[in-house]
């Protein structure tokens, strides 16, 4: 029995190779994912491990506000040089230097440019000497306060040399200018440590720049004397300096960092999972409709094994057998393919992160796992449906043609709008946010339920659908024929149209979704920004870019303007809640520029001692006019504020403001945006030419007219939709894989009927056409299906981001007619193959094909 | 001839009264009309009839392919109305062969493999002496490392056959052996088949519409409007086409 499975499967290759390489395309996904994110969790240990290898023991101030490797860097938390001294003297330490570190240190590069990063640190810190690691590899360390040495990558990187004059940009000044007096790399050739720029001052420049403070510093690195261990030098240093400090080996400080880089890899990880879930549900559809398709070719082999004694259970075990093999020889394909896949992401990332060496790739123990155990699972599941029909074969059909009677629709249907029902269900209780933690859960269960109904309810919609789209076609006999032959099996057009309507009603759900959250967003931010000129620039790694506040006040002395406003942000701990907080360089901006209206007390002034609340902070913090807030920021010590406003804004309002002097000890103490008022009467073209002269020191920003800051600030959404795009279109490849695979299989099947239609006279070309519009009309239907379930998936969700303030419902239409002009030209191409095929049919061969 | 009297005693298989109506209502047909008949052990029958006489619906109950809507069937000892599907797998495993027009061999799998292969499903190894003799009478022992495909339409039945004798099933049923055959390839067919009751016991019902296959066998039986209307033993080619030319003008013979 086993044998016979085997053989009748080899015999049929291009079956298997067709029902397989939708479960490649879906277990390269998954293995692809486990890949990539071993070979970077790799990396980033042998980054941590060398940048803390010559540490053994590190000291530094507790940080006033946690912040995790996602949000970006942690602010440095300076204490005075004696705890160095302090350090030196537990006996056990060898050497202790005072290390300045510290986010924020950007040069400027030949082109004028802040040189960018993409994630990786950019530090200014103190130069404490060359070691095993670092080497000087041109010029000398910094001797005056206006050398700098820099690290090779990010010379590379700025298109500087030794000696260029070049300016620097620091989180606590305005720009300066150095000389470049060395440049330096690390053991191996390298020229960073993963992708980080490093620029290092003289100690009390670094000090000044970095830290705020002269003769302070945010970490001491200890080097243990012989014999003494890392752990007990560890536990000594903690006791001489007393609380207030951290302490901890290299070792930990190294496995720690990683761990937060692993966490944010995970998240990277989930979505590619995401994603292979979607092309794995497409790939089930494949799999269910070829198998269907093999079985119903089968039936009088299958049938004959019946009648000579082959049992029910029998006949499910050699399908099922049949879907194993596949399952297998996929999964070891789509393994290696997501090991190709998985080291090419790695390879991008390392070069989007600034040239990281990547440590080799290996193939983790889940991926293998991942690969088998989802590529069987998924083939064995999608197999089991036919399988049972394999089964209910009747042993007479070996004898005679048993007329399989067009099973009537009912029961299929009504399963289909059960399921549909708990669909919908599933994503009204996840979109109504009643669900508690698993809201996420639900809605995709609701999501992958509305597919599975929708794909049950296809072969009753195909009938009217399909026939209308037909009549386009009916005005030629092959087009006629092409109609009819979509129509004659409803269940088969319709799998094969829903696994194209799953891609596409997942790209147009989510352009529905973006588009509508960009939509409201400009028209809300076009409604209450009153303010002609925006100054701003686009952030490309976690810290957003900013500029000198001197600007602001320069700015609102240019003739014409009438107010300008300078936004600090900064993730604070609000009565011991972690709060975003805001302040506004002149707090009358509120009512002016963003239309906030106050419910209480006065929100056009601010006294340092003062904040504001917006309404529904207030309310969910308890708080009111009078109330007493701790607030501690990212610098400095907990301040105690007077709630002396509140106020009603809309969703780009800040939930909480503080005064200006407050922005001090944010982390960026400087403005990220500046929003300039004019007079009435001036002209927006006399005023931005002078502003933009004010910014030349800020190369980071740059100022632009209200409108083309609105379309900046929406553009990372057009980049999130072309990424999920390109990654849905391999669902839509699989599905077209689908088509190509029923054509072949339906070709296959008619052979007769083609010999027949040919022998009576239809012509090679009018025989491709009418394959040809067979394919079209299962796309188009497919893709109509799919825009139809997008746009409602989409249009729930916009609805249930109302409360967020995503008011419009608005449709790609455009897009829409892409896809089914598309789906038409998919349909022509899957048909290409078939076509060929069956215009090559031998017309006396396939009369006599029994 | 002593030898197999002895086995007479006991039907092979055997319909009581059976009825098999299709349809409902206006569309109703009856296909078998009260049929009662025995097939003994170690015999080989022919059932012939015109077309739409009900003969091939005859055998598919026999065989327990098709249920009856009234009346029981017996093979062996073993009833066969009211079997379920194990039941009925069972005894498709243990007690009928079957022999298709068609052939009906699988491509994938040589000869050899296509013969054994009722035994591999049922999980059994074959009895090697009688394997040989199976192979022997058929004459394929060169030809068993071929595909169908490479076989000719005799040879395939021939292996067909073989398929059928090899697990020595209580009754072998034939539906039109020699029906995609030429006359020699026929005639070699039906000897073997008439070899295979003489000298080993088996026993066989063929349907047939052909005179000449039918005179290969021990006795036919002749279905008209699914009834038995005649019986002849020791058949030979011009009493069965005596016997049909009656039948062909069925308002004589059922007197209507």
Not at chain 1, 281 to 302: K, P
Request: hydrophobic content about 50%.
């Amino acid at each position: 029995m086993i044998r016979a499975t085997l053989k009748s499967l080899l015999a049929r290759k291009l079956r298997l190779i067709l029902s397989g390489l939708a479960v490649v395309l879906g277990v390269m996904f998954v293995s692809g994912a486990f890949v990539l994110t071993d070979t970077l969790g790799r990396t980033f240990d042998a980054i941590f491990a060398d940048a803390y290898e010559g540490v053994d023991v590190n000291v530094a101030a507790k940080p006033k506000i946690a912040v995790s490797e996602m949000e970006g860097e942690q602010t440095a938390a300076p204490f005075p040089a004696a705890t160095v001294d302090k350090v030196r003297a537990v006996p056990g330490v060898a050497e202790a230097t005072g290390v300045v570190a510290a986010d924020g240190a950007r040069l400027i590069g030949s082109n004028g440019k802040a040189v960018a990063s993409f994630g990786p640190p950019q530090l200014g810190e103190n130069w404490t000497g060359t070691s095993e690691q670092l080497q000087l590899n041109q010029g000398h360390e910094p001797r005056a306060d206006d050398e700098i040495v820099i690290n090779q990558g990010l010379a590379t990187a700025g298109k500087v040399k030794l000696g260029d004059r070049v300016g620097v940009l620091t989180p606590l000044e305005p720009k300066q200018e150095f000389t470049i007096v060395g440049i330096f790399g690390y053991s191996g050739g390298r020229d960073s440590i993963g992708g980080s720029n490093e620029i290092m001052f003289t100690t009390p420049t670094a000090q000044r720049l970095m830290l705020g403070q002269p003769n302070t510093f945010n970490s001491v690195t200890v080097k243990a004397a012989g014999g003494v261990t890392d752990e007990s030098l560890r536990d000594a240093v903690a006791g001489a300096v007393g609380d207030g400090y951290v302490v901890k080996t290299g070792e930990q400080l190294s496995t720690e960092a990683a761990q937060g880089f692993k966490e944010a890899l995970s998240f990277f990880n989930r979505i590619l999972l995401g994603f292979a879930a979607v092309a794995l549900l497409v790939g089930t559809f494949l799999i269910l409709n070829t198998f269907s398709i093999i079985v119903a070719q089968r039936t009088r082999e299958l049938a004959l094994m019946r009648a000579v004694g082959a049992s029910r259970r029998q006949m499910i075990g050699s399908v099922v057998l049949e879907a194993i093999a596949v399952g297998l020889i996929a999964s070891v394909f789509g393994l290696a393919a997501g090991v190709g896949v998985g080291a090419l992401l790695a390879w991008a990332f390392g070069n989007l992160a600034g040239g990281l060496t990547l440590a080799g790739i290996g193939v983790p123990a889940a991926a293998v796992i991942g690969a088998f155990s989802v590529g069987l699972v998924i083939t064995v599941v999608a197999a089991l449906l036919p399988a049972l029909r394999a089964s209910r074969i009747p042993p007479i059909a070996a004898m005679q043609d048993v007329a399989t009677p067009d099973r009537p629709l009912t029961r299929i249907t009504v399963s289909g709008a059960l399921v549909t029902a708990v669909g919908a269900a599933l994503l009204f209780l996840g979109l109504s946010g009643n669900a508690g933690g698993n809201g996420l859960a639900i809605i995709l269960g609701g999501v992958l339920f509305t597919f599975i109904g929708v794909a049950l309810l296809t072969p009753l919609i195909s009938r009217p659908v399909v026939a209308l789209l037909g009549a386009i076609f009916a005005w030629s006999v092959p087009g006629k024929l092409g109609r009819l032959n979509s129509g004659r099996n409803p269940r088969r057009t319709a799998i094969t149209a829903a696994a194209l309507m799953v891609g596409i009603a997942l790209v147009t759900g989510v352009t529905v979704i973006l588009d509508s959250a960009k939509g409201s967003i400009s028209a809300l931010a076009k409604d209450t920004i009153k303010a002609e000129l925006v100054i701003a620039g686009s952030q490309n790694g976690p810290r957003p870019p900013s500029f000198d506040p001197a600007v602001l006040d320069k700015a609102a002395a240019i003739p014409g303007v009438q107010l300008v406003d300078g936004e600090y942000g900064d993730m604070a701990v609000v009565n011991g809640e972690r709060t975003w907080v805001a302040a506004s360089s002149d707090v009358a901006a509120l009512e002016r520029i963003f239309g906030a209206k106050a419910t209480a007390g006065d929100i056009s002034r601010l006294g340092p001692e003062q904040m504001l609340f917006s309404s529904d902070t207030a309310k969910s913090r308890g708080v009111s006019v009078g109330t007493r807030v701790t607030v501690q920021l990212s610098r400095g010590e907990a301040r105690t504020y007077t709630v002396s406003g509140i106020y009603q804004g809309s969703q780009l309002t800040n939930p909480v403001v503080l005064p200006p002097q407050a922005a001090r000890d944010f982390a960026i103490p400087q403005p990220v945006q500046g929003f300039v008022q004019l007079a009435p009467g001036t002209r927006v073209t006399d005023v931005q030419p002078q502003v933009e002269r004010l910014l030349a020191d800020s190369p980071e920003v740059s100022v632009a007219d209200r409108d083309a800051f609105i379309k900046q600030q929406t553009g990372s959404l057009d980049g999130l939709l072309t990424m999920i795009q390109i990654l849905l279109a391999l669902a839509i490849v699989i599905a077209v894989l689908g088509i190509v695979n029923t054509l072949a299989l339906s070709v296959l099947e008619r052979t007769r009927e083609l010999g027949l239609l040919r022998a009576i006279g239809l012509r090679r070309a009018q025989t491709m056409r009418m394959i040809t519009v067979e394919a079209v009309v299962i796309s188009v239907f497919g893709a109509l299906l799919g825009v139809v379930v997008g746009s409602g998936l989409g249009a729930a969700v916009v609805r249930a981001l109302k409360k967020e303030g995503i008011n419009d419902l608005i449709l790609p239409w455009g897009q829409m007619g892409v896809m089914l002009g598309l789906a038409a030209i998919v349909g022509v191409v899957a048909a290409v193959l078939p076509a060929i095929r069956a215009a090559r049919i031998n017309v006396l061969g396939a009369i006599a094909h029994e | 001839m002593t030898a197999t009297v002895g086995r007479q005693a006991q039907a092979a298989a055997r319909a009581s009264d059976v009825w098999k109506v299709y349809g409902s209502g206006e569309a109703q047909v009856s296909a078998l009309r009260g049929v009662t008949c025995e097939f003994e052990r170690g015999r080989f029958t022919a059932i012939m009839g015109p077309s739409g006489s009900g003969k091939s619906t005859l055998m598919h109950c026999l065989a327990g392919l098709d249920s009856v809507t009234q009346g029981s069937v017996m093979i062996g000892d073993t009833t066969v109305t009211g079997l379920g599907d194990a039941g009925l797998t069972k005894l498709r495993r243990d007690k009928v062969g079957f022999i298709f027009q068609q052939f009906n061999l699988l491509p994938t799998l040589t000869a050899q493999e296509n013969i054994l292969l009722p035994l591999s499903i049922a999980g059994r190894k074959p009895d090697p002496a009688w394997y040989d003799i199976v192979i022997d009478t058929v004459g394929l022992r060169d030809r068993l490392g071929h595909r169908p495909a490479q076989l000719s339409g005799g040879q395939q039945q021939r292996v067909a056959c073989a398929r059928a004798l090899v697990s020595r099933p209580e009754v072998i049923f034939a539906d039109e052996p020699t029906g995609n055959l030429d006359s020699r390839s026929g005639a070699e067919v039906l000897n073997f088949l008439r070899n295979s009751v003489r000298e080993h016991g088996q026993t066989i019902v063929m349907v047939t519409h052909d005179p000449t296959a039918a005179a290969y066998a021990d006795r036919v039986v002749f279905l008209a409007d699914g009834q038995i209307v005649s019986e002849l033993i020791e058949p030979t080619a011009d009493t069965v086409l005596d016997t049909m030319k009656k039948l062909d003008t069925p308002a004589e013979v059922n007197g209507r």
